[in-house]
Each structure stands twice: as structure tokens, then as C-alpha cells.
């Protein structure tokens, strides 16, 4: 929720409000730059941000929001090049007909670009779902035998803690392994997959 909120905002306004001056170059040219910044980084911007200046902690919240860092730039990238991709005669149909900029971009803009903004979210959750780096560096559990109950405990990764059930040398946490990989996989190849009927289906 928080990529969506802030990734679709911040690339509504750079490609609809913002002035094309120097500074917006630069601001564009530096969220391209994030997204190709190894995730580990992001880890230590959360250790630093979430866990000890916020003081939350090695808990879910702060897990929570350095993903949110570290998939933000793509989702902001990937949104831009959806809204770009509205052909400029739509935009000038509407304010032809007597409609404001933000109604332009709300009834317009925003239905057209919709698939390749949602295909771009989804495309990004799928690629956080696998991380393992940043949790890490944070302090995520190696491994956990209960779920959280609130977004203030502690919490581990996904990826660890497959990795953990397989290197137990009980023949019960082989199985718990493998099912927790076709899991993991099967999350990934559901999300993938809606992705590319979104894509299909609207474009």
C-alpha cells in the first residue's frame, strides 16, 4: 500500500504537474539511478532509518517500509513510462471539451495507464517477495516457528527461512522445506502470471 500510494503519486506528478526544468531532469535521473542500487543498500538505509532512528526495531512495520524503498523507485519508473505512453490527443480532447488538469488526469490519463501501472506494481511486489539481503540487515529472524500477530514483532524472511528448514537434519523439515519452495514459487509464477493477463487484457 505504501509503494502504490506514494510510487503512482510521485509519478502522476512528475509527468503531469511537474515543470520541465532542470531539477525535474534531475530528480528523474536519480530515481533511475535507485532502481539499479543492489538491495543490500537498502537494507543498511533501513537498519539506519526504520530500526534505529525511528527506534522500531527489527520488527514486520520496519521490514514493511524498506521494502517499500527498496521497490519504490521501480514502481515510479514503471508508472511514468505507463502515463507516457497516453497519446497527447486524449489529453487535448479533454481539455477541449472544458476539463481541469486533475480531471484530465483522473478520468484520462489514469484509466488508460491503469494496466501498465498495475503490471509494473505487481512486477515489483513479485521481485520483493524474494529479497532476503535487506531483511537481513536489518535483523530479521533466521528462523520462526509462528507467524506474527501484529506488524510490531519480529519476523523472518521467506527465502532464510526455507533455507533453514533445509539444512535441519530431521526428515520432517525436508518436507517443510520443499513445500515452502513450491510456496514461494507458486506466489511468484500467480503474480507473474496476473501481471501478464492485466497486460493482456487492457492493452
Known amino acids: 500500500m505504501f509503494t502504490v500510494c506514494i510510487g503512482v503519486g510521485a509519478a502522476i506528478y512528475l509527468e503531469e504537474y511537474a515543470p520541465d526544468n532542470r531539477t525535474t531532469r534531475f530528480i528523474e535521473a536519480n530515481i533511475a539511478n535507485l532502481a539499479g542500487v543492489p538491495s543490500v543498500v537498502y537494507g543498511l538505509l533501513g537498519l539506519a532509518l526504520f530500526v534505529r532512528a525511528a527506534g522500531l526495531g527489527a520488527v514486520l512495520l520496519a521490514g514493511a517500509l524498506t521494502l517499500t524503498l527498496l521497490i519504490l523507485p521501480i514502481v515510479i519508473v514503471s508508472a511514468q513510462e505507463a502515463i507516457r505512453a497516453v497519446p497527447d490527443s486524449h489529453r487535448r480532447a479533454a481539455y477541449g471539451v472544458g476539463a481541469t488538469r486533475w480531471e484530465v488526469t483522473r478520468d484520462v490519463v489514469l484509466p488508460a495507464a491503469l494496466p501498465g501501472i498495475m503490471t509494473g506494481v505487481i512486477l515489483s511486489l513479485s521481485r520483493a517477495i524474494g529479497e532476503t539481503a535487506p531483511l537481513l540487515m536489518i ?5 520462526m516457528f509462528a507467524p506474527p500477530s501484529s506488524i510490531f514483532d519480529p519476523f523472518a524472511a ?18 517443510i522445506a520443499a513445500a515452502g519452495s513450491l510456496v514461494l ?4 509464477l500467480l503474480m507473474n502470471g496476473t501481471a501478464i493477463f492485466i497486460r493482456n487484457r487492457y492493452d
Open 185 to 188: 514459487v507458486g506466489v511468484l
Open 139 to 143: 535483523g530479521a529472524a533466521t528462523t
Open 158 to 175: 521467506m527465502p532464510m527461512q526455507i533455507f533453514e528448514w533445509a539444512t535441519q537434519p530431521q526428515a520432517e523439515f525436508q518436507h
